[in-house]
């Protein structure tokens, strides 16, 4: 059992700055849909990137206004399941909202007012 929802800890979702900054604020919406993706493919879900505070987004080369900077997104992988697979269960399960990204080993997902994609 997770500290903030059935499978996730809020540590997992901390920023990984230098300076230890403690950001690690989640957005409850992008809970619920990682939560959901977790039960849909029964595995778990490796966090590489939740929040960042604005040094670290642009340590990282962010965009800027970044979704991560407002803890309302993550970059995540599964064991099981490829990129892809999970992209695509994502852009069906919520085909109208949400930013979604494709990259070769790990997929991001926020939760931004507006539908948006990409593949990298």
């Known amino acids: 059992m997770g500290d903030i929802s059935k499978h ?19 957005d409850v919406e992008l809970l619920a849909a990682l939560e959901d993706v977790r039960e849909h493919f029964n595995t778990t879900v490796s966090i590489n990137s939740g929040c ?13 206004n970044s979704q991560h900077t407002k803890g309302k997104a993550v970059d995540f992988t599964m064991i099981g399941p490829s990129p892809a697979k999970i992209y695509q269960y994502l852009t069906a399960k919520y ?3 949400y930013g979604m990204g494709l990259y070769k080993t790990w997929v991001h997902l926020d939760v931004r007012a507006i539908k948006a994609r990409w593949e990298k």
């Open 95 to 97: 085909p109208d909202k």
């Open 8 to 26: 996730f800890d809020r540590h997992e979702f901390a920023c990984k700055c230098k300076d230890m900054c403690g950001f690690d604020s989640v």
């Open 52 to 64: 960042r505070c604005e040094q670290q987004n642009k340590a990282v080369g962010g965009e800027p």
